[in-house]
């Protein structure tokens, strides 16, 4: 009697030493204890979203696949609206035959692909609800005139580079209905004086949102044909490349602006293009002197941006690495 109340003592210390060491079944980090990780030279608080909610693997690659094969059928529903004046799907909204039934149907899927995105990101988190949106805005994209439709109905690259803009314009109000639904990105923290940039007025957010400048010169070097595979890849690709820059460039800030600026800077690349211009555009999309920055269409640059920034925060955890000190580890053996 007297050595099994021994071990039942026993392992009641062990239970209250267990209870005190984790309280929530995970270890708590004391943030006086989360120093810097200076790895690439960039302070990173902590570890990210210790106490966030984990979702099972399974369950969660289901929940992006399947809000990714929804917002598809939407984008392609939406696609179906835009008929340029010669029959042929048009390059945008702003230049089709009917541009104002053609918009109506293109804010109605985004607001829809928007939704999905939302409840994607909830169950997930933001960036994955993002990139949910932006494989429906693919669909659309893929399913949409190219280049060839705009310069050969004899359409404007001015025009195309007002309309990137107001994609850019939507995008935001996109990317603010997942943040407002999912919440921020958890694995963002605060810089070393424990501060939170603004994310549209700080010199962070700038900073960030300035990462878009890759995006048209990376078309430029990729972009070589009109073919909608071709350019659609390169603007995922140069946004990937701008959003893993952006997180570098400002890792503590939340990269709202960062998700828009392909659109913005792709703009000024079809304004650069339409300026370059040595002849009618037909003749120079005939001859190959258009330059690649016209080649990709305002629908283009939007799932570029979406699915390349989001894959690019993605790949930007491989450089920030969130270490936890030795300085509460308890030691065993």
């Not at 835009?82 to 985004?110: I, K, S």
């Not at 669909?139 to 007002?162: D, H, N, P, Y």
């Not at 309309?163 to 997942?178: C, I, K, N, P, Y």
């Amino acid at each position: 009697m007297r050595h099994a109340s021994t071990v039942v003592e026993h392992i009641g210390r062990q239970n209250d030493f267990k209870r005190n060491l984790i309280p929530s079944g995970r270890p708590e980090l004391d943030p006086g204890f989360q120093e810097p990780n200076r790895r690439l030279g960039l302070p990173v608080r902590g570890i990210a979203a210790t106490n966030a909610p984990m979702i099972d693997p399974f369950r969660r690659t289901a929940t992006w696949v399947i809000g990714a094969i929804l917002a598809g059928v939407v984008g392609a529903y939406a696609a179906s609206a835009g008929v340029a004046t010669t029959g042929a799907p048009t390059p945008g909204v702003l230049q089709a035959e009917t541009p104002m039934a053609t918009a109506l149907a293109v804010l109605v899927g985004l607001a829809a692909m928007a939704g999905i995105g939302a409840v994607v990101g909830r169950l997930t988190n933001t960036a994955v609800g993002l990139f949910v949106v932006g494989c429906g805005l693919f669909v659309l994209a893929r399913r949409m005139g190219s280049a060839e439709v705009l310069v050969f109905r004899g359409g404007s690259l001015w025009v195309t580079a007002i309309e990137t803009f107001l994609w850019g314009v939507a995008l935001l109000g996109v990317v603010l209905l997942v943040f407002k639904v999912s919440g921020p990105l958890k694995d963002i923290e605060p810089d070393e004086n424990n501060e939170r940039p603004h994310m549209f007025f700080s010199r962070a957010a700038m900073m960030c949102a300035a990462a878009g400048v890759l995006v048209p010169v990376l078309v430029w070097v990729l972009a070589q044909t009109p073919m909608k595979g071709q350019v659609l890849a390169a603007t995922i690709i140069a946004s990937m490349v701008a959003g893993l820059a952006g997180r570098l460039l400002s890792p503590h800030v939340q990269p709202v602006l960062l998700f828009i600026s392909p659109c913005v800077f792709g703009a000024v690349g079809h304004a650069v293009g339409a300026i370059m211009l040595p002849e009618p555009a037909a003749a120079a999309l005939v001859s190959g002197s258009i330059t690649p920055l016209s080649l990709p269409m305002p629908p283009d640059y939007a799932a570029g941006a979406l699915l390349g920034v989001a894959m690019g925060l993605g790949w930007a955890k491989s450089f920030l690495h969130h270490e936890e000190t030795p300085a509460n580890a308890v030691t065993t053996g």
